[in-house]
């Protein structure tokens, strides 16, 4: 049973657009989500994170968005640029005691930005 | 630092074939994960160490496989033997594992395992 959802596998968008990736999660007690990106052959990269006491993060093009009452998180690049075609996976972690425990993955969505 | 090292890249062997996978974490990280992305299951966790003490193992899918943290700069993953429904690309990650920071991962490329 899949804890962390991403239910697009693919998305195309025109270059200078809006890219909008989508996550749902059913597990209460994550508090910490993070975005990573993948390009092919190359392992997955840290791309932004935001904690369940946020509503919003940003970093420059990239915002996330959590609903906690939703149990959803979205990731917004804006303006999407070709470079940032790639896989992009969502992860959650619950905090134990203090410290943060395994990262829990989402199948990951494919975005194409087409120029 | 040259980042979260793993070998091989790429791995074909035939059913029945012992498998062993490499990683040396980056220096000073104190966890140590591994992955395997398959296309239906995207990334799972397969098991956690920190400290060099497997924490987690419950990943694992099988006795068939087994990974050891035998010092802080170096895992194996091994499947013995090998299947077929094993072919995935297993990746290794550590991270620095604060108290009250979170647990930002840092992956190694991947080693793309095929069983014929």
């Known amino acids: 049973d899949q804890q962390v959802k991403q239910n697009s596998p693919s998305l195309s968008v025109q270059e200078g657009r809006i890219s909008i990736l989508n996550c749902d999660y059913t597990?209460?007690?994550?508090?910490?989500f993070l975005w990573y990106k993948k390009y092919p052959a190359e392992g997955p990269t840290f791309l932004i994170s935001i904690s369940s006491i946020k509503d919003k993060n940003e970093d420059g093009r990239f915002t996330v968005f959590l609903n906690k009452s939703a149990k959803h998180l979205s990731l917004h690049i804006v303006p999407s640029q070709p470079g940032d075609s790639a896989v992009y996976f969502c992860?959650?972690?619950?905090?134990?005691?203090?410290?943060?425990?395994?990262?829990?993955f989402g199948k990951g969505t494919k975005l194409s930005v087409k120029p | 630092d040259a980042g979260v090292i793993q070998s091989p890249r790429h791995e074909v062997t035939e059913m029945g074939q012992e498998v062993t996978l490499r990683c040396k974490p980056i220096?000073?990280?104190?966890?140590l994960f591994w992955y395997r992305q398959t296309m239906m299951r995207g990334l799972e966790l397969l098991i956690y160490f920190n400290n060099n003490v497997p924490i987690d193992d419950s990943g694992m899918p099988e006795d068939r496989f087994s990974a050891k943290m035998p010092n802080a700069s170096f895992s194996t993953l091994k499947i013995q033997p090998s299947e077929p429904r094993d072919s995935a690309v297993y990746f290794c990650?550590?991270?620095?594992?604060?108290?009250?920071?979170?647990?930002?991962?840092?992956f190694g490329a991947g080693s793309r395992l095929t069983v014929l």
């Open positions: 990650a550590s991270s620095w594992d604060l108290l009250s920071g979170a647990n930002v991962l840092t």
């Open positions: 597990n209460s007690m994550f508090d910490y």
């Open positions: 220096s000073g990280h104190n966890s």
């Open positions: 992860a959650a972690s619950e905090n134990y005691g203090g410290s943060q425990g395994n990262l829990i």
